[in-house]
Every structure is written in structure tokens, then in C-alpha cells.
């Protein structure tokens, strides 16, 4: 029972006149303290294959990069391997999280140049990384806070449709051979690809990177919510959703909003020197049950709802659903309610998602694990009773 929307990125574009037109999300990178640890981290709880190294062992010398694969999910962990590393500032100011959410278009130069020209600020000027058997060329601009965009063009051996079948990433890569790769394929997570990406920016800001997106990537705004939407008794945030012209990614970005009590928002901001950066990224399934079930049997640490939640949530999600002549959810109600999964509806369907707690010990980025039922939303109606969650776990850190 598959209905999920296809990813739009397992088609990559024909060429087109608009240097910005994003065939795929390459990678997203995170700065880490210790990559090959952290990949076994990830690799261990959320099923991701460690795939390729670029190390002291392979002619890396600045930095050791570890990639992580699962569906067309590609992770990129980085670890600086000397104090000069621009990384390592980076991780002493905000412990590990996500630098670069890195695009593939047809030219990488001509995308950076189009974004500058649309008023983006450089963050790395073109770079052709090069050997006999094809070339990765990298450009990248700034973005919010502590992160950027990067654009990667590839040619030869390492274009993307070979990377995905797991050839080398760019020169300096090995292939990596792991038994928890083994054990991965047996008991697979499911992660199909990174459905929304979302960021915190600082309060009053919101606007600015929506225009931003408008501006310098071509986005154009999806769906708003406003803070009377997301709010608590406590606390509040602001959030507009930003998508690119084909939709291959969706960007809310977050403000926090005045409240009574610490927005989530704010103690993200605080734990994070000040700067924004991204809260979390949201990975497509299309069974989300089995996912859950998967992910839990590993030891991935959920955020728990109240028992409650489920003695409301069927007849909200129901008559939402038989409102706009869509079936009820088809998904074992018991179950469901079981793994702790979230369930929303809006007029074009519904939606089963679940957050995970943060990923390191700063109350920074998480994931989420999300499947789709004809709902393009974020789960609107689960705000509330996810804030209250998220509530209980500031209060638990001494951040309310
Ligand atoms: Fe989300």
C-alpha cells in the first residue's frame, strides 16, 4: 500500500534555461566532533548505510567526510581534523548540526552566479574537484544563520545517477564496507528521501528569509500558519513554509513568538549561540508503522505523547477526512497509537508523522520521520498537543 507522492527528484530535470533549477538534494552536510563516530551512530539507529570515506587514509587532510545513504537520502558528516578547520569553530559554538543543504543543478558556477545576482551573499566561490574519470564542480552561498546552499554539478563517474547506484561520490572517496551495512539492508529503516528541511531564525526575521527564498533561490511560499495556529498556553512560534519551483524540497522556517514561557524556538536559539540554523529534517516513508517500529526497535528515542492524544485524535482526523470525501485512516488505529505516531488531516488528506527527541546532548537539530496520505501539510492540528510534549522535555532541561 503505497500511495506516497513520488519523489520528485528520482527524475532529474531535462536541461533547462534556469541556471536555479534543482535536479536534486545532493547532500546535506553536518559539522560533527567525531564523524566516524557519529556515523556509527546513525547508521545503528536509523538504518543508514555508511557508504564512503574521504580521510587521512585516502588523501583527505583538512577534514574526514563520511557519507551516509538510505533511499536518496545522502548525509554528509564532517569532522575538521585540525584547529585551523573552519569547522572547528563552528562545532565549539554549536556542538553538531547541519552547515550545508547542498543542491545538484545542471551548472553549479551559473547557479552561484544567478543567486549572486539575485542579491545571495558567496559562501565558497566555484571549485572544480577533478580526476581522470569526471569532475564535481561546488559553488555555494550563504544562507540563515550558521548554514549555506551549496550547488554541485557533476560530470562523468560521478554523476549523480552513478552516485545513487553507489559509485563514488567525487575524487578522494572510497567505498566503505561495514557489517551494520550488512545488517541495514537486512532490516531496513525505510527512509525514502528528505521530505522538508526546517530552520530557526531569530525573532522578527521570518519575513526576511521568506523574501530571501523568494529572491535568491526562486522559492515561492507553500503554506503559512500564523502564531494564533501554533500556539500553546506557553509558548509560540511563527512559521511560513517556503518550496522550490518543482517542489523537490519543502523549507518552513520558524520564528519564535511572544509567550508566557520559553518558545521551543528561543531554546533552540539559545543553545545554539544565537544563530539559526536547522531544527530538523523530515525523512519520507511510505509505511510508517513499520518504520517507526524499526526505528524504535533501535533504540531511537521518540518524543512521547500523552496517553490522551489518541482519545480525541480519531475524531478529529476522521470527520476531517469524510469532510472532504477522503477514506478514514487505513492504518491500525491500535498500532498507531502503540508506536506513538501522530496523525493529521486537512482537505487533501491525511499525514502520520513522528519527531524524535534531539539527536546530541544541545537541544538542537532532530528528525522526523513522516508518511504521506494525499496531505501535503506539516501536521497542523498536532501542534498543540506536540507542544505540550516538547513542553514537559524543556521543563525536564531547566529551559522553560
Ligand atoms: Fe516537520
Redesign the pocket.
Known sequence: MTTATPNPASNPAQASTDPLELIDVDHVRFYVGNAKQAAYFYAQTFGFHISQVADLTTGSRDEADYLLTQGNIRIMLTTPLSKDHPAADEIRRFGDGVKDVAFTVHDATKAYEQALKNGGECGGEPREITDERGTVTVASIKTYGRCMHSFVSRTGDYALPNVKKGGEFMPVFRKMDSPVNEYNTKNPCGLKFVD?L?GNVEEGKMNYWVEWYENVMGFAMFKHFDDADISTEFSALMSKVMASGNHLIKM?INEPAEGKKKSQIQEYLEWHDMTPGVQ?L?FRTDDELSSVAELRRRGVDFLSLPDSYYDIVWERVNKTLAAHGHEAVREDHDRIKKLGILVDADDEGYLL?LFTKPLQDRPTLFF?I?SRRGSQS??KGNFKALFEALEIEQERRGNL
Do not use: L, N
Request: no cysteine.
Open positions: 522538508h526546517v518552513p530538523h523530515a508523522q522526523e513522516i506539516f501536521g
